[in-house]
């Protein structure tokens, strides 16, 4: 990765996001998706924790760490289901908006201030659309290094098949460097750093109000990769 690169990844872009970072994400589109601003968040969690489970692992015994978790939001309401939870982000700025979590600020955008083998549980959460391709293996090998052996890394991602995912994204100043990843592309990179993929599933088909009464279709076209996001779960094998 060149100086440059690195240099313009490490400025912490997202300070400068902070103060209005709600304002930034309003969107005609999104907002006719969904009233609730915490419904994609609960969207995320109810498809975090249904994978953990159907691969046996419970959720209220392990240690978890939301990598880029920016204001906190997801950790504020996933959180409370884990043994312990907490969150880094490379923007001080973001962080000082933080909830009731632990959080901790990266010293550089693809290095994590925690020990090897410290988590059970790592997240990445519309994280690396913003990542440079140059810096995402870098990131990637770091979030192996902090999961304890057999742990398990999640990334949820915006799927770049689905125009309407597209189309706000475009129009987002907060998405202005996004560079989006398909699952294919993700599940590649997560088996370049010695991750496994063990499962993932494709969201967001339905607007709130839809979604409130048809999840189940939802669960039935998890598959089809036309969803507004992914998710996609990989598994740290032992050392």
């Not at 690396?128 to 870098?138: E, K, M, Q």
């Not at 939802?218 to 507004?228: A, F, K, M, T």
């Amino acid at each position: 990765m060149s100086q440059t690169v690195i240099e313009r990844f490490a400025e912490a872009e997202f300070d400068h996001f902070a103060s209005s970072y709600d304002q930034l994400l309003e969107d005609p589109i999104r907002i006719g998706f969904a009233s609730d601003p915490l419904h994609f968040c609960k969207r995320k969690w109810l498809v975090l924790d249904r994978m953990l489970r159907g691969i046996g692992r419970q959720p209220e015994s392990m240690s978890w760490l939301d990598v880029g978790c920016g204001r906190g939001e997801f950790l504020e309401l996933a959180g409370s289901h884990f043994a312990d939870a907490a969150g880094c982000d490379p923007s001080g700025g973001m962080l000082s908006f933080g909830r009731s979590f632990v959080t901790h600020n990266q010293p550089h955008p693809t290095e994590l201030p925690f020990p090897s083998r410290s988590f059970d549980l790592v997240t990445a959460v519309c994280v690396y659309h913003h990542v440079p391709v140059d810096a995402r293996s870098a990131l990637t090998s770091e979030i192996r290094r902090v999961l304890r052996p057999g742990g398990l890394f999640c990334v949820i991602e915006h799927n770049p098949y689905n125009p309407v995912t597209r189309a706000i994204v475009n129009r987002c100043p907060v998405d202005a460097d996004a560079e989006l990843l398909s699952l294919n592309t993700a599940a590649k990179l997560v088996n370049a750093s010695g991750l496994r993929p063990v499962t993932s599933e494709y969201f967001l088909y339905l607007p709130e109000t839809w979604f409130q009464k048809l999840s189940r279709v939802e669960s039935i076209l998890r598959r089809v990769p036309l969803g507004g996001q992914y998710a996609l779960l990989a598994h740290a094998d032992k050392f």
